[in-house]
């Protein structure tokens, strides 16, 4: 059916409609009083979000073009540092750093598992001339729906003393309690499609006292990601380059929405959102790809045996209009993933696991219980 | 009044309501069909705009960041390069290619004024041995309204044979004819505000062969805008990184536009819309900044002299919604500019004239012959 496509993937997410009306609002100017009165609502608001006093910047570039800003404006060729690898956005914090000349050591996990603390302990602590200047790791792994321990990371990190905590937040900010100032987080990346419940687009990067510091001393070359000018143009409410001014205007609504949820109640939905799908996809006998220990809110990965990954996934698309992930690199045709991240509500995990056993049901799956994964995610939502 | 601004500054330029609601739809997943196959059009009509069979890359990115982009995937620190400088965005290529640690040799003129080719000619003859890798210019320099003479400068870069061209087109591209084949010009970098129609998010990049020859040896570390990743992408229809689908789909709805049109017609209104600006500025004895040669068909600079430039911005924006820009830099207080590119009929500057004229009155102005812009507006349309 047209116009009936509902999206499960991690990002883009769902947008709501005021949030696309705003986005389609004639633009204006970006050098007049009125785009700077919605820069300052924008940077207060950002700024709640990330539960931080630290500057938090928008750029216009994808979620890898504001990692990339985290990096080049805090370290210089040859820096030794560690990079947390278990998934697609892992190796790609690692390839970043390769590309711009860093000393790159890798702590990797099996895709599906969390990163090893201990082993960021270990290193961390060996390093007594304190030749690591950051360690830099996913929040939450999008290829595989796996939650990073970023908090106990983050102690050694202090522990350490030296180097910087840099953080892809890109699914997890918004979805995930991310204390930036309570934990001490130096650098945090995020994307606007996420979350963030806009459209893709706009990058935030926020920097702590301590990372521009290190900005001072760090000599990778930079211009257009070179955050000093967008701190310099946010004090007042400006962008030193034209910015999306109808995603600015879209994430002003969006934000606004954010605010009247609460902090705590995001958070909370995010958690009974990635609960009620785990519990539904364990009734329908499907194994998920993360443990629960390890599970992100904002994605769950389904790692199904006994039928396709990618017959589901055209089934779902096909006869439910649900977009859902495939999996990434090596785990394509092996995975799917859902994503519940932004606005998603309660309903939408219903619709998604009522297709799911619809879907099963068509394919013939054979350990199917009926109804098990739609009682399972009721449950959950009974208790919470 | 409310919702009434009319927006005619050099960016962002009005959008059609057809590209707004475009804007406005759900998105969609990027790694999809759906959006290869709009990827497919949009890339094929891009370069139908550029006049071009080279490669056109699409950026999430401001101007800058396609400028940028521009410069670090075709070039090594310490490259000498000739920049030209008559404006603000000729300044920002110096301070973009110093960054970057390339030796940059400017070539400079007076704002208002257009560079002056021979010097171009002198520069690359006396380069014997070959030392200049670029020369790169600003084909119209927004901040004053001048069309540097390109294909003048490019016939000397082609003589000299081993320099590549690369160009700022942001406020020419689809406002002023730039054979991008025909003329043999490298590597071309614009913005999706202005002659596009869309709403700023957007970079564009050309790249020639000879520029992708450059690519293989050019040693400036580069992730986030490495042209490599994208050209791999766009072969097959897709984005290295997520691209603002929600822009991608506008792009779609305004590219058609221009097509509807046709090039011809497009670069013709353009003209158009320049002399009955600049007719109607004279007749109301309004110095004009730049001279007729070196007028840039996208934006008219006015110095006015016996009333203040941001008397005359601020009533026409407070009493007739139009909003026109300022001068920037050391020209702020000394000059408006109007901009007439993209979405700009020729009713639009009669509305702008009149509005001017009643501004002036409004202010005092002595040296006004009352509805005389308007009569030199409507005797360049009657003629054309």
Known sequence: MDNKLMLMIPGPTPVPEQVLLALAKHPIGHRTGDFSAIMAEVTQNLKWLHQTENDVLVLTASGTGAMEAGIINFLSPGDRVLVGCNGKFGDRWADLCAAFGLDVDKITA???KALDTEQFR??????TDKKIKAVIITHSETSTGVLNDLETINRHVKEHGEALMIVDAVTSLGAVNLPIDAWGID??????QKGYMIPPGLGFVSVSPKAWEAYKTAKLPRFYLDLGLYKKAA???SNPFTPPVNLVIALQAALRMMQAEGLESIFARHQ?????TREAIKALSLPLF??????SPAITAVAPVSVESEQIRAVMRKRFDI??????????????RIGHLGFVSDRDILSAIGSLEATLQELGYESLTPGAGIAAAARVFAQS
Chains 1, 2 share one sequence.
């Not at 650098?187 to 606007?192: K, L, M, P, Q, Y």
């Not at 690199?329 to 799917?336: M, S």
């Open 272 to 276: 009974r959102l990635m609960r009620a």
């Open 122 to 127: 270990e290193k961390l602590t060996a390093d």
């Open 187 to 192: 650098v945090v990346a995020s994307g606007s």
């Open 323 to 336: 977009a859902l992930a495939g999996g990434q690199d090596h785990l394509k045709g092996k995975i799917f």
């Open 110 to 112: 099996e895709w599906g």
């Open 290 to 295: 993360a443990s629960d220990e390890a599970a």
């Open 235 to 237: 004090a007042k409410n």
